[in-house]
């Protein structure tokens, strides 16, 4: 159920133009917007962010991965090469906190928008730059993918079965994590703006995204010299912890140290795993990991998800089922925490999207808006930034501008 709150967030009094498309730029945007900042979709003409060419799957001809990343927000069209659509913007500029975009690097300066023509008009501007490999070093100019930053950062060499090709994560996590460390960085750069006055640049890219991902990782690197391989599911510094066979599906178990591996071993049946030279310690199961693994899963296989849920559970040991997208999506656990929400779209209909992941206990998150139609609030905005409907419909008449 969408909150129904009317408290404001905990950004409200933000107002944040974003300038961007696809995941990365609209991640940042979409969790500033549901903790309460006003944040402004500024989309490109013609066509608007590309996520609106994702045609499958589309919900009453709507894109639905277009709603899913841009609830929330406000929609303007403006084309940023026409003398006026740059004039509208610098207008908003004045007027606004924060301007977050994720074209590749230069584009904004070309244009004429770059971050120091932009602080002459507003010097306490926040500028948030979210691109392929950040604003300076030899990859600056080049554009960037979440697929291209995984294979970049090694994520993918350590992604997926032994001895398999290179493995993509399943979700695009260089993009989501850029989106969140460029949100954190503005939150950041705000603070400090309200204690002096004064904007910044906040840099970030999909690259340094994707290399945060790698601490455990990197420590093995920095300290023996060897790079990891993939290891399916399983960890690289403790066992047993990763996904097994039980008779219905897949469990998760969490053996993460020496008291839960102890428990494991009592649940499962055979407490004499506890002294077996091959299991007695961290280092021992690590090293003979993959026979634990295939004990354990011969007695797994023997009940049910559900059965052995509760057998770990009431022994006090970390396990949880491998679900399906649908079954997480479905969870009571998932409902509860308001990680489901519905918004009527004035086109698609009444639709479902992820609520955010952040709660306040005084300032709460609220999602109250579908992802706007391309330029649907155009005019609503350009008045709240002073200028008639009369200069609204001239701008619209020579393409500066579009409204929906």
Known sequence: MTNKTTRPGPLAGLRVLELTQIMSGPTCGQLLADMGADVIKVEKLPGGDDARAYRDPLVNGV???????????????????????????????????????????????KLGLGYEELAKVNPGLIYCAITGYGRNGPYAGKGGFDLIAQGFAGLMSITGEPGGAPAKNGNAVSDMNAGILGALGIVAAYVHKLKTGEGQIVDTSLSDAALQQLYWHAAIFFATGKSSEPTGSAHILTAP??????????????????????????????????SDARFATNSDRMAHREELVALMNTVLRTRTRAEWQAAFDNAGVPAGPVH??????????????????????????????????????????????????LGQHTRELLKEFGYSDAQVDTFISTNAIAES
């Open 63 to 109: 894109s639905a991965p277009f709603m899913m990343m841009n609830r929330n927000k406000r929609g303007i069209a403006i084309d940023l090469k026409h003398a006026d659509g740059k004039a509208v913007l610098l207008r908003m500029v004045e007027k606004s906190d924060v301007l977050v975009e994720n074209f590749r690097g230069g584009t904004m300066d």
């Open 241 to 274: 912890y990763q996904a097994f066979e039980a008779s219905d599906g897949w469990i998760n178990i969490g053996g993460a140290n020496q008291a839960n591996w102890e428990r494991i071993a009592e649940v499962l049946g055979h407490p004499e795993w506890r």
């Open 324 to 373: 399906t997208v649908g079954e997480a999506l479905s969870h009571p656990q998932t409902l509860a925490r308001g990680m489901v929400v519905e918004l009527d779209h004035p086109q698609a209909g009444l639709t479902r999207a992820l609520g955010c992941p952040i709660h306040f206990s005084a300032t709460p998150a609220q999602v109250t808006r579908p992802a706007p139609l």
